[in-house]
């Protein structure tokens, strides 16, 4: 089985899923960084060369990939699960894990982050993330076995700990 975590950008997938894979002994991939090594080029840059398009085809393809292998620490992209067929590749390997955060938690980590794209035209990051929230936040808790808040202000390393503790104990052998 494997643990998959999902939630919007900036929600900590890729930095409780490191710490999450350590502690259990498991790899860890992050989808984002598997799809710039397939197309040799960093997200920002894909997008702005070839579109959204042709970014969520090839996070399509890493998802397909991803999802035939075993005892994996996932971390998504922030749309990874908008895509039906994604979703339900995932979901089949393993627990689902929907990261939450406040929109102002969220705007706090990724406000300076270059290579994360717009994902749309509105003016401020904080309507694009209200935005994006309100259209898949229905999405992520349908797909999610789990729901955990990454507001609060706990150390990463304590918020891995309380995340394994409470993912069932099939889910981790």
Known sequence: MNIILTGMRGSGKSTLGKLIATKLGREFVDLDSYIERLA??????????????????LESQAAEE????NNLVIATGGGTFIDHENAKKLKSTGFVILL??????LEERIAFDKNRPPLTNLKSLKEELETLWSERKDIYLANAD???????DLDPTSKADEIIERVPAPNLH
């Open 40 to 57: 040799n080029k960093k997200i920002a840059q894909l997008v702005d060369e070839h579109g959204w398009s042709h970014f969520r085809d």
């Open 146 to 152: 789990l729901t955990y808040d990454n507001s609060i």
């Open 66 to 69: 991803i999802s035939k292998k």
């Open 100 to 105: 939450t955060a406040t929109i102002e938690k």
